[in-house]
């Protein structure tokens, strides 16, 4: 759920010389066509607009803050923006400037200097347990129609297009100054040539980014006007989009800077993303295109029950693995009495039945893994069988202490893959039989192998478990918008899984055999992950659990 954060304040811009002067009313015009969109509204200000607002809105979509103009000045920048935005090295440096709002108005950079902060504040005091918060400025129908967010309802189209925080920015030819900032300083802050600047007039992102750009954007605030160099809110924002492309990406608008162009394009399905650290992608929002990219396999044996309720399980805990995926169920059954119900669910869920006469678990697995290969539409999947049901249990944890919910678990899931790109990801921690704390691995490599990488541990226990087995070595340890993962020497096993097309051709088609066998693959994979030739990852929670309910008899179970 997103909701939209805004504010309005009387500055005396109405006072200023033609060309720069807009009065109050206008603005008050404009804002009041803001307030007519159905989304939730945060709305900073004073008491006569807290009047304008109750007058215009209804409580349960409307959060409004009182925030007088006297807050802006209860601040460490206030002065120091002062001092510099009358100084006439700075204002003279390019002839508009001295004119300007930002050099005219003593409360002009310091009220759009806080957006960042009003933004941050009012994720804290959020009383929608929203999702995302893009700040909207109050005047923005000056050159955005507000049909875009009634009638073409682009903010559940914004809400799909980026995890990271999302500006707007349009290219910018600089020479000497972007908005009275130095350019030669914005250039050895952002080591290049800046040819974009990010708009302030609309900007956000998920909750969980929120605070770490307010930080950001903090000391990147008072850094330069302590050092004498000031634009206004959006030659800052410039520079963090290029300092920090891990978790900003930006839309690029036409060269004119009108606002308009990126929600034309969100309503037509056509925004391109960007940052600086890869290539362009475009996000297609519709939920037919959004299907195409991302697969879902499930495998099922002989029981309809079991795979609806692991279906049930996945819209419960994150509806993105049914609502942004293709989906496959292969059917591995040997009683053809549950066909007719299984079609019945495919249909319901829009899966695509493939029908099997119990090729084994593994050797469904490898099924899997050819049939994804030749889907030239599909760059990810996820496997599970259907009897690993995501936990309900949002405050719960697994034996080993690892969360077991994590929101939007699927989208933080594809960018942690792609941001490290590893070949596969592990969606578990903890597993039935066993953790990845312990490398499982060590059972099933061939001896001269376990003798060669495990000099401590060269020998496998006559029976059962080694209670020493040797544990898993991890490289690093991160996170990524609270969802926390690890790399190294992570075994490949038939647990929940996030594959990339490249990882899914190392693992089962580079090198295949006869009779895949888990343990088989589970080796073949680890020596080629000791090499250097596979990248594996590990997400450090437990979302799901073995839970086979509709039990079978144990000689129908085969691996391949």
Known sequence: MITLVTGLWDIGRGDLQEGWSRSYQHYLGKFEELLKVDSNLIIFGDKELQDFVSQRRQVENTQFILRDLNWFKNNEYFQLIQTIRTNPDWFNQVGWLKDSTQSKLEMYNPLVMSKMFLLNDAKILDKFNSDK???????????????????????????????????????????????????????????????????????????????????????????????????????????LTYQYPNIIDYCEIESNGLVYKFFEDVKNNLVVIKNFDSKPTIVKTNLEINSNGIGLYIITFNSPNQFETLIQSMLNYDTDFITRTKKFLLDNSTDTSTTPRYLELCEQYGFTHIKKDNIGITGGRQFIAEHFNEQEDLGYYFFFEDDMLFHSGKTDVCKNGFGRYVKKLFTKSLNILKRESFDFLKLNFTEFYGSNDKQWSWYNVPQDFRQSHWQNNPRLPQQGLDPNSPNTEFKYIKSLQGLPYASGEIYLCNWPILMSKEGNYKCYLKTKFDHPFEQTLMSQCFQETIKGNINPGLLLITPTEHNRFDHYESSLRKEC
Request: hydrophobic share 40%; aromatic share 14%.
């Open 133 to 239: 918060l893009f700040w909207v400025d109050a005047g923005l129908s000056n050159t955005v129609h507000m049909g875009y967010f009634t009638h073409d309802k682009v903010m559940d189209k914004i809400d799909k297009l980026s995890d990271k925080f999302l500006f707007i920015c349009f290219p910018y030819n600089a020479e000497t100054e972007v908005h009275g900032f130095k350019y030669e300083e914005m250039k050895r802050l952002t080591n290049s040539t800046p040819d974009i600047v990010a708009r302030g007039g609309f900007f956000g992102g998920d909750k969980d980014l929120i605070s770490q750009m307010n930080s950001l954007y903090y000391g990147i605030l008072i850094d330069t006007l302590k050092r004498g160099f000031m634009g206004t809110e959006e030659s800052l924002f410039t520079i």
